[in-house]
């Protein structure tokens, strides 16, 4: 017996589900079919089965593109303890440009008002990125007169749901 093409846009919706965490249900009508979410009734245009499958093949292709991790830098200033930054990036070599930018626009303006400028640039791992192979990162050293700063690219893995509430606090 052939399998239908309800069946494949179930085994679709299972996979989705399973990925998200969520609970999508197909539903047919008229030959033509919607997804809705429970337990909330929402529900989204109704396709047909051709339409219904780049639908979902796009939403999965999706999912599956999403980043694993999320990288940003933090500054050490005169080992007073690391200062978190306000940019965010799903890919570290936009972390370590923009890092590598800031660090030069201080250097220049350090010059330009006649400072004493140190610079050491050395490779390094992703703080908090505890996989077996680490990806490889910069740390940047800076001396400007008798004020010091240190950048590194630190990373967390992003969550797309909830965590457990023995896992959160203070929120």
Known sequence: MAITNKELLLNIIKRINEKLSSN???VQNDGKFTLAETP???TFTARTSAKMFEYLAGMEDAIDARPQRVYFIKCEVND???HTGYHHFARLEDAIKLMRNHVAWQIWHAREDHKKVFLKVFGDTVMGDVSRNPQKSQNIFLRI?????EYRIWSEELHYSELPKDKCFNY
Not at 145 to 149: E, G, I, M, P
């Open 145 to 149: 007169d008798y004020d010091t700063f």
């Open 40 to 42: 909330f009734p929402i």
């Open 80 to 82: 007073h303890g690391w």
């Open 24 to 26: 999508i249900e197909l």
